[in-house]
Nanobody
Framework: QVRLVESGGGLVQAGASLRLSCAAS????????MAWFRQVPGKEREFVSH????????HYADSVNGRASISRDDAKNTLYLQMNSLKPEDTAVYYCAAGFRVIVPASEKEYTYWGQGTQVTVSS
């Protein structure tokens, strides 16, 4: 089992920055592919970014590319998402996810473990 706990969300104005964190415990964190997804009520969960085992590969959704940076600290078992130049359309609940032997990193079906989510609200 892997337990994931997100933090760092909040209410900010457009143009501000936030750093989301996801603390992991349980099964070996460093061997997992990690990702961030987000969801707005009434809509499907949307891929934001992923980072591979050992952080060799990263990928971003077009909607956040250039404004987001994903990283991981395997010594601290923590995943991060730095979001800059936030926009009202970034408002969502942000979830971190962990998966093993992930083939399609942007697919939520690839991830076995999920956190409870952290709310990000961006006002205009």
């Amino acid at each position: 089992q892997v337990r994931l706990v997100e933090s760092g969300g909040g209410l900010v104005q457009a143009g501000a920055s936030l750093r989301l964190s996801c603390a992991a415990s349980g099964r070996t964190f460093r061997s997992a592919t990690m990702a961030w997804f987000r969801q707005v009520p009434g809509k499907e969960r949307e891929f934001v970014s992923h980072i591979s085992y050992l952080g060799r590969d990263t990928h971003y959704a077009d909607s956040v590319n250039g404004r987001a940076s994903i990283s991981r600290d395997d010594a601290k078992n923590t995943l991060y998402l730095q979001m800059n130049s936030l926009k009202p359309e970034d408002t969502a609940v942000y979830y971190c996810a962990a998966g093993f032997r992930v083939i399609v990193p942007a697919s939520e079906k690839e991830y076995t473990y999920w956190g409870q989510g952290t709310q990000v609200t961006v006002s205009s």
